[in-house]
């Protein structure tokens, strides 16, 4: 692509939308592109997408590119900012659904579905900053994935603008299931290498009456991981991580690991539930307010300043055996098979290179898989952020990239074998 090339999209794009809807990008934009637009509608991106395949300009979309930021190699010519479309749409209290823009934050939505006694139950880091678009395309979920699943379970409806600017709709409005090609799993994770997510239906769930959480320390972290399985076993538990020292002593348990779980519901039941925490040694309970700070704390999580951190997912039995494996520090959510993992410090790339292929071959043997979250700005350009696939499956991904998204713009090389 010649300077010319992006000159013309540039002009194109300002008249489009306006001089003053295509910016200078702003903190972690600043890694994802060199200029952003900031679209009003779905026609606006359609024709952001059309100039942007007649000059073969790539794109990237985005919320607040705090991911995206992260993973980038080298910034796009061009961000598209969805922070101007971010509107709820519908919202049926009734069916417990709700469809809103993608550049509405997610907590944005909670704060107006709380009026209801609703929610939608899912909790990235910083759910104030995530949009419901990043949080579908990078597929964001924390501790409350053990009760209610990840963005691909509660998302019903997804509306896209891809390929010549065609807006593309999958799902509907009501939950249920329909024959066909399933977009809703093809977008959720998909990084915006194949659209630009616009819009989200998703079923809802009530805000729980009451929510207890059980803090226990562990010598051992084969303990704290038994402890949490038995517990997995014998509640209906809302969350269950297990901490490494590092970040167990942010919780008031320097040099051991700590469990934390927590159960939700009525007076009645949280009483019954408590009493089968009760079993954990040297357990600590905290009541509704102070276990809903601590649920935030363990939520919003920092693994900064790491020279790397990844995202390990195994089968839930292999989880903790895994982690220990890694000589890294770790969240890890209990009863999933996911943790978080970080080295911390400093470390050059042959350093870097090695730990990174260290940790896959322990997830590979754990029948698992790992993707790295962030790398130190100096390693990044360098380092595979997502694992190999194997060949069959690497092959279907680029000739779905290649339907997609023919003319290559959508976020090129941000994605699974550089797709």
Not at 6 to 12: I, K, P
Not at 135 to 154: I, K, V
Not at 358 to 383: D, F, I
Not at 389 to 409: C, S
Request: overall charge neutral; glycine content about 10%; some cysteine.
């Amino acid at each position: 692509m010649s300077d010319a090339s992006f000159e013309r999209a540039e002009d194109a794009i300002r008249r489009l939308l306006g001089a003053e809807a295509v910016r200078a990008p702003r903190a972690h934009e600043s890694l994802c592109a060199r200029i952003v637009a900031e679209p009003r509608d779905l026609e606006q991106i359609a024709a952001i997408v059309r100039v942007c395949e007649t000059e073969r300009i790539a794109l990237a979309p985005f919320g607040a590119a705090r991911t995206l930021g992260e993973i980038r190699r080298a910034p796009v010519m061009l961000g598209v900012s969805l922070a101007r479309m971010d509107r709820v749409v519908a919202h049926e209290p009734e069916d417990m659904t709700v469809i809103a823009q993608a550049g509405l934050t997610l907590g944005a939505l909670n704060r107006r579905l709380a009026e209801h006694g609703q929610r939608l139950p899912l909790d990235p880091r910083g759910p104030g900053e995530t949009t419901l678009g990043a949080l579908l395309g990078a597929a964001q979920a924390g501790p409350l994935r053990l009760s209610e699943g990840t963005p691909r379970d509660l998302l019903i409806g997804v509306r896209f603008v891809g390929r010549e600017g065609r807006v593309v709709h999958g799902g509907g409005r009501v939950v249920k299931n329909v024959a066909g090609y399933d977009l809703m799993k093809v977008m959720t994770g998909s990084f915006g290498t194949l659209g630009v997510i616009v819009e989200a239906a998703f079923k809802l769930r009530p805000i729980p009456e009451g929510y207890t959480a059980a803090l226990a320390p562990f010598v051992r972290a084969a303990d704290a991981f038994a402890a949490a399985a038995r517990l997995c076993d014998a509640l209906p538990l809302v969350h269950a991580e297990v901490l490494s020292p590092a970040l167990a002593a942010r919780f008031g348990y320097p040099g051991a690991f700590a469990l934390i779980a927590a159960v939700a519901g009525n007076a009645p039941e949280l009483e019954y539930q408590q009493g089968a925490l009760r079993t954990l040694d040297g357990v600590a309970f905290l009541d509704s307010a102070r276990a809903g700070a601590i649920y935030e704390q363990l939520r919003d999580l920092e693994f900064a300043p790491a020279a790397l951190a990844a995202q390990l997912a195994t089968a839930p039995a292999e989880l903790g055996r895994c982690v220990e494996s890694l000589g890294a520090e770790f969240r890890a959510h209990a009863g999933c098979g996911v943790a978080q993992i970080f080295l911390a410090g400093e470390v050059d790339l042959d350093g870097a290179r090695e730990t990174l292929a260290r940790w896959r071959s322990a997830a590979r043997a754990a029948k698992g898989h790992l993707r790295l979250l962030a790398a130190a700005p100096a390693l990044r350009p360098k380092l595979d952020f997502f694992d190999a696939p194997p060949p069959g499956a690497l092959n279907l991904m680029r000739r779905l990239k290649a339907a997609f998204d023919p003319a290559g713009i959508f976020n090129p090389g941000c994605f699974v074998g550089g797709i």
